[in-house]
């Protein structure tokens, strides 16, 4: 993952509620395992590895913050269980096809969560975070990034 896309995922997370959260998770886990798959390429086993792990690291945290008292939650924990095993099967055979199988998934579940995410009305998950403001400016064309700050940004006493 470059590092513009990681300050755009760093961004849109401190605006994120609890829906768009789940969404950019992902985002993330699918950014990875393309970033796998192009590894895979050109035979970086080892950047193959990195990049599965990290979509594994997006998945854990799917899996660690499901709320079982809805039974939905069970079926996704399945579904993250069987995706795991999958990119674990791929990382220990480095063989894309496991990788397809997650990102067939991780897709289907990305769309579904797009159409639900505009229903959630709720906050940001974030409090106090930066509010970034950003545009062109009219000197020789460059993109200005305007930062408003909050007196009591971060902790609160």
């Known amino acids: 993952m470059t590092s513009e896309k990681k300050q755009e995922y760093t961004l849109k997370i401190t605006q994120a509620n609890k829906t768009q959260l789940i969404v950019i998770l992902y985002e993330m886990a699918l950014t990875y395992l393309k970033d796998a798959k192009k590894a895979h390429a050109i035979g970086d086993k080892t950047a193959f590895r990195i990049a599965a792990g990290r979509a594994?690291?997006?998945?854990n945290e799917l899996m660690v913050s499901l709320h079982f008292e809805y039974a939905l939650a069970i079926r996704?924990?399945?579904l993250y269980i069987f995706i795991n095993k999958e990119l674990a099967r791929a990382c220990a055979r480095t063989n894309v096809g496991h990788l397809d199988n997650a990102i067939k998934i991780i897709?289907?579940?990305?769309?579904a969560y797009r159409k639900l995410s505009p229903s959630?009305?709720?906050?940001?998950?974030?409090?106090?975070?930066?509010?970034?403001?950003s545009g062109l400016t009219y000197d020789?064309?460059?993109?200005?990034?305007c930062l408003s700050h909050h007196q009591n940004r971060g902790y609160r006493a």
Do not use: F
């Open 56 to 59: 594994q690291a997006c998945l």
């Open 76 to 78: 996704l924990l399945e």
């Open 107 to 111: 897709t289907e579940l990305l769309a």
């Open 120 to 133: 959630d009305n709720s906050a940001p998950v974030m409090e106090n975070a930066q509010i970034v403001y």
């Open 140 to 145: 020789r064309g460059s993109t200005l990034e």
